[in-house]
């Protein structure tokens, strides 16, 4: 196993309701350690070159608009195995699926308005934190 980092998007659904420090709370006792953090309200241009991999998805429209609704809090994830690790402490994209005492089973509340995000792979890690963080801001 490796020490890694992982991006981590709460969303706004989470933020407007009030549980980034929950959620936050669930990182932490996951052993996932916030490395990197900070509260940006998105415009839906930034949204869309984000999630530019899901643009000719039927839902991109939907999903940009909504990230760009209020202020999400966009933070990096360090720990063992930390990209696998957050995704289980997620749980399933749809809540209906998630397992009980995820993040996303406790406070999403759809498909779309799932609280959280976190990238899926190595590459994408990495080219995530990018998008949102310099080298300057990871202090470990
Ligand atoms: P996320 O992990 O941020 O990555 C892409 C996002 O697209 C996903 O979480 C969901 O919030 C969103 N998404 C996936 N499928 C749908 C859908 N069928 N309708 C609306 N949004 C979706």
Redesign the pocket.
Known sequence: MAIERTLS?I?PDATTRNLTGKINAKFEDAGLRIVAQKRIQLTKAQAGEF?KV?AE?P?YD??TTFMASAPVVVQVLEGESAIAKNREVMGA?NPADAAPGTIRAEFAES????SV??SDAPETAKEEIAYFFSGLELVG
């Not at 498909?111 to 799932?114: A, I, P």
């Open positions: 998007i969303k999630y899901h998805r839902f939907e999903l994209t498909v779309g308005e799932n995000h976190g």
